[in-house]
C-alpha cells in the first residue's frame, strides 16, 4: 500500500519520511545539516497582505538552533500600518510545519512561514495570521465543525504579441499551447507551489486573451487561473499569498510582468479571486449529503450573503474592483444565490452526487470500485477579486459563516435569496445589491464592524484602518464619474495594476 508521504513534492517531507504537520526543530536542524544548507528565511504576512522576508546566513548550529528555538525582533510600526512606533518591536517566531526549501536562492535556503507575537510573548491580535486562526478557532468552538476553503487564482502575464497562432480575444478558456501562451510559467508555478507544500487541484488557461495595438509592438495580456484543494482556512489563506509570490518571482525570471488586478483593460474580462468553502466535521463533507445541498449548507450561503456588503472591505480593496463587478462579465452584483449561475454572489457548483457509474462507462474494462472520498460539493463566493486581504477575507468568511449557523432566520433568509436559472433576470431587480465602490464597503464594514470584533476576533484598530484605507480612496460613484473618459480610466486602472 502507497503511504501518505508518497508522492508529496515537498523535498523536506520526503527526506525526514514524515508530513509536514509533525515537523519538529529537531528535523528541521537535521534536514539543513545534511543538506548543507546555507541560510534560513523568515517569510511572514505583514498588514498589506503582501509576504515579507528575513534572511539568516546560518553561522553554526547554537546560531540555527536560536533562530529556530525564540525566533526574531521586527519593527511593527513599518509592517503595520496601526501600531504604535512607541511600541513597535514585535517577534516574529517560526512555524516548523510550514517549512520548504526555497526555489529561488542560488544559495541553498530553507524557508519557513513564521506567526507575529507581542513584547509579552503573546500572539499579535492584529497580525493577519492570528485574525484568521481566531475567528476559525471560534468557528470550531460554536459549532464543532472546520471550515475549508479553496482559492481560483486568476492572473494575466503581460508580454509582446505572439504572432504565431495568435490569440483570439476573450476566447482563452482552457485553452492548450499554442494557441494558449505562457502554459510553461503556470505549469512551472504549480510544480513550485506544490513543492512549498501547497495543495494545488489544478491549472488552465482563462477566458482573457487581450490585444493592445498602442504605439510600438502589438501587446497580449493572456489569463491563467490555478485552483488549489479545499484547507482548513488559515493554510488556504496563506497558499494563496505564497502562490502570487511564485507566480511574481517566476515570471520575473523570464522578464515577465503578472498581475492579479481586478481589471486590466475596460470591457474585457477581470480576474476574481472566487473562494469555494465547505464545513467539515470527522471527515465528512456537512454542507451536503447523497441528496445536495443540506441545511448546513444553505446557513453557510445565507451567512455569506448576510455580510456580503462588509466583505466587500477585505476582498474588493481597489477602486477598480468595481468595474469588474458589472452585469454581463460574469461576476455579481445582485446579493443572491443560485445553482451553477455564475453571475449570482454565491454559486453552488456541479457536484459528484449520484453520478459513481462515470469512471465504469468510460472505461469499460475497469473492475476496481471508486475510491471512497468525501463528498466534493462546496460554496462558491464569487465577489472577491486579487486585490483582497486574504487573511482578512478568509477570517471575515468564517464570522460570516458561523453567523449564518447560529441565526434562527437563517433558513428563512436562504429561500427567499435563492435564484432559479430561468427567472434571475426579472427577480434580480428586486435584489440588493453589492457595494459599487471602496466608500460604500467603507460604510458597509462600519455598520457591520461589531459583529467581526465580536469575540476579540478582528481588533477594532484593523477595522479602523480598514475603513480609513477604503475611504482615502473617494471613490464614491466611481464608475459614473469616469464613465466614457477612457483616458481617465486607464490612468486608473494602471495605478492599481499590482495590487495584492
Same mark, same amino acid.
Given at each position: 500500500?502507497?503511504?501518505?508521504?508518497?508522492?508529496?513534492?515537498?523535498?523536506?517531507?520526503?527526506?525526514?519520511?514524515?508530513?509536514?504537520?509533525?515537523?519538529?526543530?529537531?528535523?528541521?536542524?537535521?534536514?539543513?545539516?545534511?543538506?548543507?544548507?546555507?541560510?534560513?528565511?523568515?517569510?511572514?504576512?505583514?498588514?498589506?497582505?503582501?509576504?515579507?522576508?528575513?534572511?539568516?546566513?546560518?553561522?553554526?548550529?547554537?546560531?540555527?538552533?536560536?533562530?529556530?528555538?525564540?525566533?526574531?525582533?521586527?519593527?511593527?510600526?513599518?509592517?503595520?500600518?496601526?501600531?504604535?512606533?512607541?511600541?513597535?518591536?514585535?517577534?516574529?517566531?517560526?512555524?516548523?510545519?510550514?517549512?520548504?526549501?526555497?526555489?529561488?536562492?542560488?544559495?541553498?535556503?530553507?524557508?519557513? *512561514?513564521?506567526?507575529?507575537?507581542?513584547?509579552? /510573548?503573546?500572539?499579535?491580535?492584529? &497580525? +493577519?495570521?492570528? #485574525? @484568521?486562526?481566531? $475567528?476559525?478557532?471560534?468557528?470550531?468552538?460554536?459549532?464543532?465543525?472546520?471550515?475549508?476553503?479553496?482559492?481560483?487564482?486568476?492572473?494575466?502575464?503581460?508580454?509582446?504579441?505572439?504572432?504565431?497562432?495568435?490569440?483570439?480575444?476573450?476566447?482563452?478558456?482552457?485553452?492548450?499551447?499554442?494557441?494558449?501562451?505562457?502554459?510553461?510559467?503556470?505549469?512551472?508555478?504549480?510544480?513550485?507551489?506544490?513543492?512549498?507544500?501547497?495543495?494545488?487541484?489544478?491549472?488552465?488557461?482563462?477566458?482573457?486573451?487581450?490585444?493592445?495595438?498602442?504605439?510600438?509592438?502589438?501587446?497580449?495580456?493572456?489569463?491563467?487561473?490555478?485552483?488549489?484543494?479545499?484547507?482548513?482556512?488559515?493554510?488556504?489563506?496563506?497558499?494563496?499569498?505564497?502562490?502570487?509570490?511564485? *507566480?511574481?518571482?517566476?515570471?520575473?525570471?523570464? /522578464?515577465?510582468?503578472?498581475?492579479? &488586478? +481586478?481589471?486590466? #483593460? @475596460?470591457?474585457? $474580462?477581470?480576474?476574481?479571486?472566487?473562494?469555494?468553502?465547505?464545513?467539515?466535521?470527522?471527515?465528512?463533507?456537512?454542507?451536503?449529503?447523497?441528496?445536495?445541498?443540506?441545511?448546513?449548507?444553505?446557513?453557510?450561503?445565507?451567512?455569506?450573503?448576510?455580510?456580503?456588503?462588509?466583505?466587500?472591505?477585505?476582498?474588493?480593496?481597489?477602486?477598480?474592483?468595481?468595474?469588474?463587478?458589472?452585469?454581463?462579465?460574469?461576476?455579481?452584483?445582485?446579493?443572491?444565490?443560485?445553482?451553477?449561475?455564475?453571475?449570482?454572489?454565491?454559486?453552488?457548483?456541479?457536484?459528484?452526487?449520484?453520478?459513481?457509474?462515470?469512471?465504469?462507462?468510460?472505461?469499460?474494462?475497469?473492475?476496481?470500485?471508486?475510491?471512497?472520498?468525501?463528498?466534493?460539493?462546496?460554496?462558491? *463566493?464569487?465577489?472577491?477579486?486579487?486585490?483582497?486581504?486574504?487573511?482578512?477575507?478568509? &477570517?471575515?468568511?468564517?464570522?460570516?459563516?458561523?453567523?449564518?449557523?447560529?441565526?434562527?432566520?437563517?433558513?428563512?433568509?436562504?429561500?427567499?435569496?435563492?435564484?432559479?436559472?430561468?427567472?434571475?433576470?426579472?427577480?434580480?431587480?428586486?435584489?440588493?445589491?453589492?457595494?459599487?465602490?471602496?466608500?460604500?464597503?467603507?460604510?458597509?464594514?462600519?455598520?457591520?464592524?461589531?459583529?467581526?470584533?465580536?469575540?476579540?476576533?478582528?481588533?477594532?484598530?484593523?477595522?479602523?484602518?480598514?475603513?480609513?484605507?477604503?475611504?482615502?480612496?473617494?471613490?464614491?460613484?466611481?464608475?459614473?464619474?469616469?464613465?466614457?473618459?477612457?483616458?481617465?480610466?486607464?490612468?486608473?486602472?494602471?495605478?492599481?495594476?499590482?495590487?495584492?
Amino acid at each position: 500500500m502507497y503511504e501518505e508521504i508518497d508522492l508529496n513534492p515537498n523535498r523536506i517531507v520526503h527526506f525526514l519520511n514524515k508530513p509536514a504537520k509533525d515537523f519538529t526543530k529537531k528535523d528541521l536542524i537535521n534536514f539543513i545539516v545534511k543538506n548543507d544548507i546555507k541560510m534560513v528565511n523568515f517569510r511572514y504576512i505583514g498588514g498589506d497582505g503582501k509576504l515579507k522576508c528575513l534572511n539568516f546566513i546560518i553561522n553554526n548550529i547554537a546560531h540555527l538552533d536560536k533562530i529556530l528555538s525564540i525566533g526574531e525582533r521586527v519593527d511593527g510600526s513599518s509592517l503595520f500600518p496601526y501600531i504604535d512606533a512607541s511600541s513597535s518591536d514585535l517577534y516574529v517566531v517560526p512555524r516548523f510545519r510550514t517549512a520548504f526549501l526555497s526555489p529561488f536562492y542560488s544559495i541553498p535556503s530553507v524557508d519557513i *512561514l513564521c506567526s507575529f507575537y507581542n513584547n509579552e /510573548g503573546f500572539p499579535l491580535a492584529s &497580525a +493577519p495570521e492570528n #485574525i @484568521v486562526l481566531k $475567528a476559525h478557532n471560534c468557528l470550531k468552538e460554536q459549532t464543532g465543525m472546520t471550515l475549508e476553503a479553496l482559492g481560483e487564482l486568476e492572473y494575466y502575464v503581460f508580454s509582446e504579441a505572439d504572432s504565431i497562432y495568435p490569440i483570439i480575444p476573450q476566447k482563452g478558456y482552457q485553452s492548450s499551447h499554442p494557441f494558449s501562451k505562457w502554459e510553461f510559467i503556470r505549469i512551472e508555478a504549480m510544480k513550485t507551489i506544490s513543492e512549498m507544500g501547497g495543495q494545488i487541484k489544478y491549472g488552465h488557461s482563462e477566458v482573457g486573451n487581450i490585444m493592445v495595438e498602442d504605439e510600438g509592438p502589438i501587446r497580449q495580456y493572456v489569463q491563467h487561473e490555478i485552483e488549489f484543494l479545499p484547507q482548513p482556512l488559515e493554510d488556504a489563506a496563506d497558499q494563496i499569498v505564497i502562490a502570487k509570490w511564485v *507566480l511574481r518571482e517566476i515570471a520575473y525570471k523570464y /522578464g515577465l510582468e503578472i498581475s492579479f &488586478a +481586478p481589471k486590466i #483593460i @475596460v470591457g474585457h $474580462a477581470g480576474s476574481g479571486l472566487h473562494i469555494h468553502s465547505r464545513l467539515v466535521k470527522d471527515g465528512v463533507n456537512m454542507i451536503a449529503d447523497q441528496h445536495g445541498l443540506n441545511d448546513n449548507g444553505k446557513k453557510l450561503i445565507a451567512g455569506y450573503l448576510s455580510m456580503s456588503k462588509s466583505l466587500s472591505a477585505f476582498g474588493n480593496t481597489v477602486p477598480t474592483s468595481f468595474l469588474r463587478l458589472v452585469p454581463h462579465q460574469e461576476a455579481p452584483t445582485n446579493i443572491c444565490w443560485g445553482d451553477r449561475n455564475r453571475s449570482v454572489l454565491v454559486r453552488v457548483p456541479l457536484g459528484w452526487i449520484g453520478v459513481d457509474h462515470m469512471m465504469e462507462n468510460a472505461n469499460p474494462c475497469e473492475t476496481d470500485e471508486p475510491p471512497k472520498v468525501m463528498n466534493n460539493q462546496t460554496v462558491e *463566493l464569487r465577489s472577491p477579486d486579487g486585490s483582497a486581504n486574504v487573511h482578512h477575507l478568509l &477570517a471575515g468568511m468564517a464570522v460570516a459563516a458561523r453567523k449564518g449557523l447560529e441565526s434562527k432566520n437563517s433558513l428563512e433568509n436562504a429561500e427567499k435569496l435563492y435564484v432559479d436559472l430561468d427567472v434571475h433576470r426579472t427577480k434580480g431587480k428586486n435584489l440588493d445589491q453589492i457595494p459599487g465602490s471602496c466608500f460604500e464597503a467603507a460604510k458597509a464594514l462600519e455598520n457591520d464592524r461589531t459583529v467581526y470584533e465580536e469575540y476579540k476576533i478582528f481588533p477594532a484598530g484593523t477595522i479602523d484602518n480598514t475603513i480609513k484605507t477604503l475611504k482615502d480612496f473617494q471613490d464614491d460613484n466611481f464608475s459614473e464619474k469616469l464613465y466614457g473618459k477612457d483616458k481617465e480610466l486607464k490612468e486608473e486602472v494602471k495605478k492599481y495594476i499590482h495590487c495584492g
